[in-house]
């Protein structure tokens, strides 16, 4: 790595990075791009203090922070130039994040092991489920960032329905999914059964908000499952959930499970 390098010039470098996005007169446009900006930041500072948790090398927290901040360079592009968070109707931002990573050189600033790390984590933090045939500690740094970025998503999905319970709505990180008091049998059933909900099997906000409420079964340390557990975010998820008769059964099992 670059001893040069610091979180603090590669925050001020990604304001600059970001910069370049907004546009004059799209307020919506440029309110999803700072919903980016933002959630990087947190992600650097979740990340970092998982490998300050799992007593990390300094060399080793700082290429967390990297690739926190890093992870999702690819939402920029890809939200202008296909207008949408959804990897389904466009392409997959985390590859897209690594060839821009490349193409602006950012990579260079790093040992080819490093490099390595970076795109193995960035590829794997956005898959349905993380690649089997990792090296031990690329393998850490990739369930690192996928925790990571849970623990900001949940804030950002968290205050999104508060927001809709105001009339406030954001389709972009709606999926199109439609908004009506159902629920689908398979997600709930995968949910009970302590399974990720894949998402073709999502037909309303609701299935969205119980694969979303599933993570939990994703995440890879014991510092994230406090975190989320104590963050109460998981909880108004499901105070969210237009079907109030489910709420209960729905936050004993996610509540005992972190627990
Ligand atoms: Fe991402």
Redesign the pocket.
């Known amino acids: 790595m670059n001893e040069q390098l610091s979180i603090e010039n590669e925050k001020k470098w990604l304001n600059n990075y970001v910069d370049a996005f907004f546009r004059t007169d799209d307020d919506f446009y440029n309110q999803n791009i700072l919903l980016k900006h933002k959630h990087s930041l947190q992600v650097c500072k979740h990340i970092t203090n998982l490998a300050i948790s799992l007593n990390l090398s300094d060399h080793q927290i700082k290429l967390a922070g990297f690739i926190g901040l890093y ?2 360079i690819g ?1 920029f592009k890809q939200y202008r130039d296909y207008n949408t968070f959804s990897d389904k109707d466009s392409v997959y ?2 590859d897209l994040g690594i060839e821009e990573l490349r193409a602006i050189h950012k990579l260079e600033n790093f040992t080819p092991k490093a490099q390595n790390i970076i795109i193995a984590s960035i590829h794997n ?2 898959l349905p489920k993380i690649e089997e045939n990792l090296d031990e500690q690329t393998m850490m740094f990739a369930k690192m960032i996928r925790d990571g ?1 849970k623990m900001d998503i949940y804030r950002i999905v968290d205050e999104y329905y508060q927001a809709m319970l105001k009339g406030k709505r954001n389709i972009s990180l709606e999926l199109g999914l439609k908004n009506t008091d159902n629920i689908s049998e398979k997600v709930l059933d995968a949910f009970y059964n302590e399974r990720i909900v894949y998402k073709s099997d999502m037909q309303y906000l609701n299935d969205f908000k119980i694969l979303q409420i599933a993570w939990i079964y994703d995440l890879n340390f014991t510092y994230t499952r406090r975190y989320i557990l104590h963050s109460g975010h998981i909880e108004n998820i499901i105070k969210s959930i237009t079907m109030t008769d489910i709420h209960d059964t729905i936050r004993k099992k996610a509540l005992n499970y972190l627990k």
Do not use: P
Request: glycine share 24%.
């Open positions: 992870h999702d939402r931002h985390g933090h956005g970025d």
